[in-house]
């Protein structure tokens, strides 16, 4: 079946450093891929998304580009900020032909960041 | 802008009770889909209705039910309330964009607790 990979942690980075969380999938079709977060307490925001291979997803200073031959969307940001902290979702959605399908997830990776 | 809407926000019921959550999609959106997250976890997909029809079914206990209405908004029927259903319940809606259902928005979710 379809799955997500991505590291745990908790990462915990000082501010201003470069952040990257790895997710890596399986799919059996060709799945869309998508980054979301989830804030203390709160419900899940995405964050970013990428349809077809080679598309790079971008939004509020974060990436991830859709990487076919690696099967991978790793999450990437230059600069991270305190308020940045979070749980982060990488999911998939395989989409068979228009239904609505349920989205995969991730296990999440804590991101504590450190003034 | 509008965003989806989750009621009751917080639940305590008994062993053995039933619950209905309610979820009022974005407004235009004619997909929603429910999902659970326990403590800790990733969220599980548990089913999704597109035009008032079931249209994909993930790992919904038997004892749960779930349903679209005309008016798009769906609800959650949980009987027989057992300890391990105690977690937020969370519905997203989509609505078909060229032909495509993507991007799944969600809402702010009903912690659930089972006592």
């Known amino acids: 079946g379809d799955s997500v990979t991505q590291m745990e942690g908790p990462v915990t980075l000082s501010e201003e450093a470069f952040l990257t969380i790895n997710c890596t999938y399986t799919a059996t079709g060709y799945p869309s891929l998508f980054w979301y977060v989830q804030y203390p307490g709160e419900g899940l925001q995405l964050l970013l998304k990428a349809t077809k291979a080679d598309d790079k997803g971008s939004n509020k200073g974060f990436e991830a580009t859709y990487r076919k031959e690696t099967t991978s969307f790793h999450l990437e940001k230059g600069s991270v900020q305190v308020s940045d902290s979070a749980v982060y979702f990488c999911?998939?959605?395989?989409?068979?032909?228009?239904?609505?399908?349920?989205?995969?997830f991730g296990k999440g990776t804590h991101l504590i960041i450190q003034p | 802008a509008a965003g989806v809407i989750q009621s009751p926000r917080h639940l305590i019921k008994e062993k053995r009770e039933t619950a209905t959550l309610k979820c009022y999609p974005i407004p235009r959106h004619d997909t929603v889909y429910w999902y659970q997250q326990g403590p800790g976890q990733d969220p599980q997909f548990l089913i999704s209705f597109y035009e008032k029809m079931q249209s994909d079914k993930g790992s919904i206990p038997d004892r749960f039910s779930a349903q679209q209405f005309s008016d798009y908004h769906s609800e959650l029927n949980m009987s027989s309330l057992e300890l391990g259903d105690s977690a937020l319940y969370f519905c997203a809606s989509s609505g078909r964009v060229e032909g495509s259902q993507e991007t799944q928005y969600f809402g702010p979710g009903t912690r659930l607790l089972v006592l």
């Open positions: 999911a998939l959605s395989v989409g068979s032909g228009g239904g609505a399908d349920g989205l995969t």
